[in-house]
């Protein structure tokens, strides 16, 4: 296998270890700011850590958000990870109210100062998947991926979701509508199962 795949750098976090990741299951990487590469991506990954509207307002500033958009349109498969997966929605609420990519219908909302966990939800934890997926072929019910967020995301339609994470409460980490994917945990510090997921996207989306 030998996939081409653009990983979009909106300017925060270190994308290493994503870049690792894919490589190790076969992918041809070209990680980019610039829009027009974007627009002839086979597959296109968008990886985010920090703030949604950092992140949001990084992704502006390049000119990709209308690059996404556009390779959305045209069934280009696109896989968001962590903060990636939150600017798939409408909104979102950290730090302010800030506008999302609006791919996704819901919202990112924190999780309650009133749930009795701690915050952020930092560490290993366990899928459960909502619905059969390509995605998750060859990965064990119930395994263990790795998270560190404070916000999660509400989708509006439940069709939408892959699979939930209890952590308080039960929430979504993992989505797909069309060829739009996402996932809340980060799957390059998922080791195994991590992997298996990615190259799952590479085959199948």
Known sequence: M??????????????????????????????????????????????????????????????LEDAINDVVKRGVPLLGICV????????????????????????????????SVKIPHTGWNQLEAAKDARLFDQVNDEAYVYFNHSYYCQPWNSSDVLATTDYGINFACAVRHENIFGVQFHPEKSQAVGLQILKNFLEAA
């Open 2 to 63: 030998n996939k081409e795949i653009i990983l979009i750098d909106a300017g925060t976090g270190n994308l290493r270890s994503v870049q690792k990741a894919l490589e190790a299951v076969g992918a041809n990487v070209l990680r980019t700011d610039d829009p027009h590469k974007v627009l002839f991506g086979e597959k296109i990954i968008l990886p985010g850590v920090g703030a949604f509207g950092d992140f949001m307002s990084g992704l502006r500033a390049r000119g």
């Open 84 to 115: 990636g997966m939150q600017a798939l929605f409408d909104i979102g609420e950290e730090m302010g109210e800030h506008k999302g990519l609006g791919l996704l219908q819901g919202k990112v909302v924190k999780f309650a100062d009133s749930l």
